[in-house]
């Protein structure tokens, strides 16, 4: 897939595999301050991030909409969502950046409800939700402690503490709607029609369907859709599509003991031969070649020797 839009594991830097195992921590002016507190528009290809403004302000832009961000603001920026960021020189308060695919699989087995929460950008201001306040920095303290350590089991308690946090977004959302009705938030019209097509996708995309399908659904033809998605992600809706399937196959390719020919029946493939031609034309490996790839990665030796940049 092509896109004029970089994609950064960590902003300025390199993309790492989007299986990659990863729960890094650091302070929003650390890096921000190194850009003159101008973020540009970028994406990150398996990697979620969130943000919990705790000083100053700015802007966020995600997926072309403007949210104004101020003290006690968290941000949620999930896989592949386009998004920058203008900063007030004053901005700090912790960003957690943390490979999405584990902790979906986390999520779909003991919380599947933060599966939406996990998977739809926001930008929330925890001072609206008062009693859920103090929940927060001891959690993402305690992150940062995993994250610094690098003992064993760092990412999986790096992983659990960070279930944790999006219990408590998922809490402070359920309190702002309860507030104030429907959470729009100022979206624009064309934001919340790519998260209604992010929300089709994602309950449709296994059963292979055509983006006319998607396009009927929203009322609008296949070459509107396309644009729309183009206009706001920098992709078309094919490719917004294929890399969905494509973040499925990887993670039941690394986190699921099924089978390739398995995987290929439950991603909604006529065979395991088309499946395995369409995820090589996507990454350039064979469904093997990346397992095999991925799995070697993250066994404790390979995580003894790696040196990941965080």
């Given at each position: 897939?092509?896109?004029s839009?970089?994609?950064?594991?960590?902003?300025?830097?390199?993309?790492?595999?989007a299986?990659?195992?990863?729960?890094h921590?650091?302070?929003?002016?650390e890096?921000?301050?190194?850009?003159?507190?101008?973020?540009?528009?970028?994406?990150h290809?398996g990697?979620?991030?969130?943000?919990?403004?705790?000083h100053g302000?700015?802007?966020?832009?995600?997926?072309?909409?403007?949210?104004?961000?101020?003290?006690?603001?968290l941000?949620?920026?999930?896989?592949?969502h386009?998004?920058?960021?203008?900063?007030?020189?004053?901005?700090?308060g912790?960003?957690?950046?943390?490979?999405?695919?584990?902790?979906?699989?986390?999520?779909?087995?003991?919380?599947?409800?933060?599966?939406?929460?996990i998977?739809?950008p926001?930008?929330?201001?925890?001072?609206?939700a008062?009693?859920?306040v103090?929940?927060?920095?001891?959690?993402?303290?305690?992150?940062?402690?995993?994250?610094r350590?690098?003992?064993?089991?760092?990412?999986?308690?790096?992983?659990?503490?960070?279930?944790?946090?999006?219990?408590?977004?998922a809490?402070i959302?359920?309190?702002?709607?309860?507030?104030?009705?429907?959470?729009?938030h100022?979206?624009?019209?064309?934001?919340?029609?790519?998260?209604?097509?992010?929300?089709?996708?994602?309950?449709?995309?296994r059963?292979?369907?055509?983006?006319e399908?998607?396009?009927?659904?929203?009322?609008?033809?296949?070459?509107q859709?396309?644009?729309?998605?183009?206009?706001?992600?920098?992709?078309?809706?094919?490719?917004?599509?294929?890399?969905?399937?494509?973040?499925?196959?990887k993670?039941?390719?690394?986190?699921?003991?099924?089978?390739?020919?398995?995987?290929?029946?439950?991603?909604g493939?006529?065979?395991?031969?088309?499946?395995?031609?369409?995820?090589k034309?996507?990454?350039?490996?064979t469904?093997?070649?990346?397992?095999?790839?991925?799995?070697?990665?993250?066994?404790?030796?390979?995580?003894?020797r790696a040196?990941?940049?965080?």
């Amino acid at each position: 897939m092509s896109s004029s839009i970089p994609n950064y594991a960590l902003y300025g830097e390199e993309a790492q595999p989007a299986w990659l195992d990863m729960v890094h921590f650091e302070m929003i002016h650390e890096r921000s301050s190194l850009f003159k507190f101008e973020i540009d528009p970028h994406f990150h290809e398996g990697l979620i991030q969130l943000l919990y403004v705790t000083h100053g302000g700015g802007e966020a832009f995600i997926d072309g909409t403007n949210w104004q961000v101020h003290p006690q603001s968290l941000i949620v920026v999930p896989a592949r969502h386009v998004h920058g960021f203008h900063f007030t020189h004053d901005i700090d308060g912790p960003v957690v950046t943390a490979a999405q695919s584990p902790l979906e699989s986390l999520a779909s087995v003991g919380a599947p409800d933060l599966l939406a929460h996990i998977r739809r950008p926001q930008v929330l201001s925890v001072g609206d939700a008062v009693r859920h306040v103090d929940a927060l920095m001891p959690l993402f303290d305690a992150i940062q402690r995993e994250a610094r350590v690098h003992g064993s089991g760092e990412v999986a308690a790096g992983s659990a503490l960070l279930m944790a946090v999006f219990v408590q977004i998922a809490r402070i959302s359920a309190t702002l709607q309860s507030q104030e009705g429907p959470d729009t938030h100022g979206r624009s019209r064309k934001a919340a029609q790519v998260e209604r097509f992010r929300a089709l996708v994602d309950a449709h995309f296994r059963k292979r369907l055509g983006i006319e399908f998607y396009a009927a659904e929203m009322g609008l033809s296949a070459g509107q859709l396309s644009r729309l998605c183009r206009d706001a992600l920098g992709m078309s809706s094919l490719d917004v599509l294929n890399a969905r399937v494509v973040h499925e196959a990887k993670r039941e390719l690394v986190y699921s003991t099924l089978g390739i020919k398995q995987i290929a029946a439950v991603l909604g493939f006529a065979d395991e031969a088309y499946f395995g031609r369409f995820f090589k034309k996507q990454i350039g490996r064979t469904p093997t070649e990346f397992r095999d790839a991925a799995r070697l990665r993250l066994t404790p030796e390979a995580k003894g020797r790696a040196t990941v940049e965080p």
